[in-house]
Nanobody, 124 residues
Framework: HVQLVESGGDSVQPGGSLRLSCEAPGYTASAYCLAWFRQRLGQAREGVAGIGTDGVSRVADSVKGRFTISKDNAKNTLYLQMNSLKSEDTAVYYC???????????????????WGQGTQVTVS
């Protein structure tokens, strides 16, 4: 079992920045990689960014150039730096342990093995 605990959600104005954290004690890269998802009100949960075991990150087109995913292996902590936030970024953000495909981390719901509890980000 992989425990995932998100933090850092808050209310910010458009154009602002936030950094989300996801602590993953006990996580190992043998089977899973880590990714961020979000769920906007009334919409399906969608992948935002994933970071593979090769260290290569991939982000959704909707946040490319604004969001950066990173991981501190020593702390087993995943981050999502969010800049130039827009109202449409308002959502509950979830950290997830994803079944990796080779060295890559596809941020797709069907690949998720474990979810965190989520953290609310409001941009208004």
């Amino acid at each position: 079992h992989v425990q995932l605990v998100e933090s850092g959600g808050d209310s910010v104005q458009p154009g602002g920045s936030l950094r989300l954290s996801c602590e993953a004690p006990g996580y190992t890269a043998s089977a899973y990689c880590l990714a961020w998802f979000r769920q906007r009100l009334g919409q399906a949960r969608e992948g935002v960014a994933g970071i593979g075991t090769d260290g290569v990150s991939r982000v959704a087109d909707s946040v490319k150039g604004r969001f950066t995913i990173s991981k501190d292996n020593a702390k087993n902590t995943l981050y999502l730096q969010m800049n130039s936030l827009k109202s449409e970024d308002t959502a509950v953000y979830y950290c997830a342990a994803v079944a990796r495909v080779g060295d890559t981390c596809p941020a797709r719901k069907e690949n998720v093995a474990y979810w965190g509890q989520g953290t609310q980000v409001t941009v208004s």
